[in-house]
């Protein structure tokens, strides 16, 4: 696919009489990338480069269409199927048990946790899936964003990926996530102990049409579940990994605690701002307390335990 939309770029561009360096400025990039695009030689294009590419080439939204499949193509072929799905779904439900999902992730948190892949290539690999992942998070801004309800492990705040610096910034990108009213985030404490989706994560999509899936992932593996029966267990077990998780409000305190605790450095949030936020956390629960799971009472000891 990328070889496809390197060769459309190149016959748009002669069609329009433009050399690699013209068409270079006009879309504000060296003319080597544009080398690279036609040749499929370098990274994939950007969600952002296709649409000045088309924009520039009056490619009449050409460009822009063929973009998905190429970007897919920088993903493993057992994510593909479910990355399809994610696209498409109305509300997203995940637990991390590791990292932070991709949807929710800085830069350079997602360059720390790709590099760490085994089977990685080359850096033009990495950088390919690091572009690919940032794009995913584009439809979180669109007016079609789904519904996003993630429950952090603890260990997803304590264990500093790519240094103490890149986990300040990645915990704070979680806090503002969370001001959103779309996306809501709940940290699944330690001494909550074992629980039946320890092995890996678990997403739960669901579709515009109302149907479900349910999606497991490990370090080096992935398993989409569409068999209703099945996706109706994996559903109880979020629901119950839901309801022991903290409340939303108590969890963005976990978080920030980690963030001030085991990442204090020099950009710590000032109180006036960390107030901001708790205000904000108000406002939009209604002056309510925000209870768990849809119940529970915010003191952790007379939270329910599945």
């Keep these: 696919m990328a070889a496809l939309f ?21 879309t504000h990039v060296v003319s080597t990338r544009i080398t690279q695009i036609e040749r499929a030689s ?4 950007t969600l952002e480069l296709a649409r000045a590419l088309d924009a520039a080439l009056g490619a009449d939204n050409l460009l822009v269409e063929l973009w998905p499949y190429v970007y897919r193509e920088a993903f493993p072929d057992w994510s593909r199927a479910f990355i399809e799905l994610s696209e498409r779904a109305e509300s997203i439900n995940q637990y991390a048990a590791h990292v932070v999902p991709g949807l929710l992730q800085t830069e350079a948190y997602a360059r720390a946790v790709l590099s760490l892949d085994v089977l990685l290539c080359s850096e033009q690999q990495l950088e ?7 794009g995913r998070q584009e439809r979180l801004r669109s007016p079609d964003r789904p519904h996003l309800w993630v429950v952090l492990d603890e260990a997803v705040l304590r264990r500093p990926v790519g240094g103490r610096a890149v986990m300040r910034e990645q915990l704070a990108r979680l806090l503002d996530a969370a001001t959103g ?3 809501r985030l709940q940290v699944l404490p330690f001494d909550q102990g074992g629980h039946e989706a320890m092995g890996g994560s678990l997403t739960i999509l669901t579709l ?10 490990g370090s080096d593996y992935g398993r989409l579940i569409e068999e209703t029966a099945d996706v109706t267990r994996y559903k109880a077990i979020y629901d119950r990994l839901r309801a ?3 409340p939303p409000f108590m969890s963005l305190d976990m978080i920030r605690s980690a963030m001030e605790g085991n990442y204090r450095g020099a950009n710590v949030p000032s109180r006036s701002e960390r107030r901001r936020v708790a205000q904000e956390q108000l406002q939009q629960s209604g002056g309510r307390r925000l209870r768990g799971g849809g ?3 915010r003191n952790p000891r007379h939270r329910p335990r599945p």
């Design 244 to 246: 022991a998780a903290l």
């Design 128 to 134: 390919e899936r690091v572009e690919a992942r940032l």
């Design 181 to 183: 009213r779309h996306i």
């Design 295 to 297: 119940g529970g009472d």
């Design 42 to 45: 370098g990274a994939r294009p």
């Design 6 to 26: 390197g060769a459309r770029v190149r016959r748009l561009r002669t069609a329009a009489g433009l050399t690699q360096a013209e068409l270079g400025r006009k």
């Design 208 to 217: 515009p049409d109302g149907s479900m899936a349910a999606y497991t992932e």
